[in-house]
């Protein structure tokens, strides 16, 4: 067995860079934080080859003085927090002072720097780790770094980085995440030369409507929810807009990014009685909270926060949000009073005699006030003997086949493309036919993806726009992809083709399938997404592949529905927990009419 010995500090160095800066975006994201630290008003950013041949973030912020050159690029040496009490209440960005060393130990950096002030500009170059001497340089106030060949001394580990495109998307996002951070902030955005974005310091609207889109702006209801300690101030898009996807989710604590649990499931609930299940919030917030409340240092991306009282924080951000979303009703299109009755007659039990609770079991110790009736032709034998393959009952015997082996009976019709009416022994089956489906799809896709999904290849791809963390997310998660049955290929930076469905999918809309996938993939990851986010992946899939509302059935069809919700474990309730079908029994139906009173 070797000997324990310590590593050399290069090593160290290059080990512990991947702690920070695992991918191009990663050094961006560290860098810009630096030149918004230092009081920046103008920055300006340029990318060679997705950044992994060049990053060059040039700033007109406080710079810094010569003597401090080589302590900006060594361990553990900042200007932000000078002792443990510091880390209570951080009011910067960065303050572990390790991003440039990292960066510096895996690249050919430059760091050139002009204190505010001062009549000149200083230089010192790193090439992988080894610190040059500080020279004079020429640049007005503030500070560039450049960083050339990412990982150029690291080959395992640029190995492991993507296409060019790909890499691109990801620090496209570092730099939309910035720069939505502080509006207030000029920013721009080359690639290959090519300028991406060009951001004035205008504030949050413009800034929101310059990142976010028009469709983000044109339907975004303002949130402005001052508190005590706290003020939470923003946009969230109306229900009614909301999009499939999770791309347009920003949420800021004291100008940082996070993706925090509490603040996520908060907004989630705020959304919960009126998003409709397959749909995702989209929201651009800014939370200001007093630092000694909050813990920045909890993970090493800086993008988790601990809240002292994270209950009452959710409970803030959660009314915040429901008093926006509110306040947009008066927006929304008036529901008639045909409408108000038919939402109250859907939810009242049967009309009760006079003095009668409703309380209990309401239906205990009543018999049925009538009969079962025959039809009074013969066209619902003959059409449902033709259906069923048999033959004409005689006239003692019922019209339709016996239900004793089908509790949900057979169908009768479809109400307005949504729901089917089936008549069973004990009378009226009403049956929501997309919730149905989705049970039925969701089942087998489990099945499936326990054995092997099998794949259906499309004759024709269909190719679409994506955004460019959609298609890092698909470059990426190649093989995860596979394994759901999704055949994926990247055409160009921000287009994507799809090539391959899972077969149970085929009739799916593929396109949008094929988003709602990806962004679960990118939200949670390739490996979660198998393992314990597999239950909502496959729940998502199996919305987008249900039989959609206003799909006219046949009666078939609805019979052959009927049949696969017998044979579908908890076929009752559909993957979000509502009810596929409700019974309304003689004794119901005759209460509705008040017969026999």
């Known amino acids: 067995m070797p000997a324990i010995r310590p590593l050399p500090d290069q090593l160290i160095n290059q080990i512990a860079a991947g ?124 500070t560039t770094v450049t960083v050339h060949e990412l990982y150029f001394n690291t080959p395992a580990r640029r190995k492991f980085l993507r296409t060019d495109a790909t890499e691109y998307g990801h620090c496209e996002e570092a730099f939309r995440r910035a720069a939505l951070s502080h509006p207030d902030t000029g920013f721009t955005l080359q690639h290959n030369g090519s300028v991406k974005h060009r951001l004035l310091p205008q504030g949050r609207r413009v800034r929101v409507d310059a990142l976010l889109g028009e469709a983000f702006a044109a339907h975004a209801a303002p949130v402005d929810e001052p508190g005590p300690g706290l003020d939470l101030a923003g946009w969230v898009v109306r229900p009614a807009y909301a999009t499939a996807t999770r791309e347009a989710q920003y949420l800021f604590v004291n100008g ?15 959304f ?24 920045v240092n909890v993970h090493p991306t800086k993008s988790e926060v601990r809240f002292r009282d994270s209950g009452a924080m959710h409970q803030f951000v959660r009314r ?33 005699r006079a003095g009668e609770s409703l309380g209990g079991d309401w239906r205990a110790g009543m018999a049925p006030a009538q009969a079962m009736m025959r039809l009074g032709t013969a066209e619902p034998a003959s059409f449902y003997a033709r259906l069923f393959g048999q033959r004409t009952p005689p006239a003692d015997r019922p019209d339709l086949p016996d239900g ?33 489906h989705e049970r039925i799809l969701y089942e087998r896709l489990k099945t499936a993806l326990d054995r092997a999904m099998p ?55 593929t396109v949008a399938l094929a988003r709602a996938v990806l962004a679960d993939v990118r939200e949670y990851g390739g490996s979660r997404v198998l393992t314990e986010q597999r239950d909502d992946l496959l729940s998502t899939m199996a919305c987008h592949g249900a ?10 069809e609805m019979n052959s529905l009927l049949r696969e919700m017998e044979a579908t474990e908890r076929a009752g309730q559909c993957n979000h927990g509502r009810p596929t079908w409700y019974q309304l029994t003689l004794v119901d139906l005759d209460r509705l009419f008040m017969r026999g009173r």
């Open 19 to 142: 702690e920070v800066v695992d991918r191009p975006a990663a050094a961006l994201k560290e860098i810009l934080e630096n030149s918004l630290d230092a009081g920046a008003r103008q920055i300006d950013v340029d990318l060679a080859g997705g950044g992994i041949k060049l990053i060059r973030v040039a700033d007109d912020g406080d710079g810094i003085a010569r003597e401090d050159l080589p302590l900006a690029l060594a361990r553990h040496a900042t200007s932000k927090i000078a002792s443990a009490s510091d880390l209570e209440a951080i009011t910067t960005l960065g303050f572990r002072g390790e991003a440039l060393a990292s960066i510096a130990a895996v690249s050919r950096l430059t760091l050139t720097s002009r204190l505010r002030g001062k009549e000149h500009a200083w230089r010192v170059e790193v090439d992988g780790g080894e610190i040059g001497a500080t020279q004079p340089a020429a640049l007005s106030d503030g």
């Open 320 to 352: 915040a949000v429901e008093k926006a979303l509110a306040a947009t009703a008066a927006e929304q299109p008036a529901v008639s009073a045909a409408e108000r009755l038919g939402v109250a007659a859907a939810r009242i039990p049967p009309i009760a």
């Open 547 to 556: 039989v959609r509302a206003h799909r006219s059935l046949s009666v078939p």
């Open 272 to 295: 919960r009685d009126v998003l409709h299940h397959d749909r995702q919030p989209a929201y651009a917030l800014w939370l200001s909270i007093d630092p000694r409340i909050v813990d």
């Open 256 to 270: 940082r990014f996070v993706r925090d649990r509490i603040l996520s499931h908060a907004l989630r609930e705020a």
């Open 455 to 509: 794949m259906q290849p499309l004759l024709v791809p269909a190719t679409f726009s994506a955004d460019p963390l959609d298609v890092a997310t698909a470059d990426e998660n190649t093989a995860v992809l596979s394994a759901l049955g999704f055949s994926l290929s990247v055409l160009g930076p921000s287009t994507l083709a799809v090539r391959g469905v899972p077969a149970l999918l085929a009739d799916a809309d």
């Open 404 to 436: 004793s082996e089908h509790p949900l009976g057979f169908a009768l019709a479809q109400l307005h493309g949504i729901y089917v009416l089936a008549q069973n022994r004990d009378g009226l089956v009403l049956i929501d036919m997309h919730a149905a």
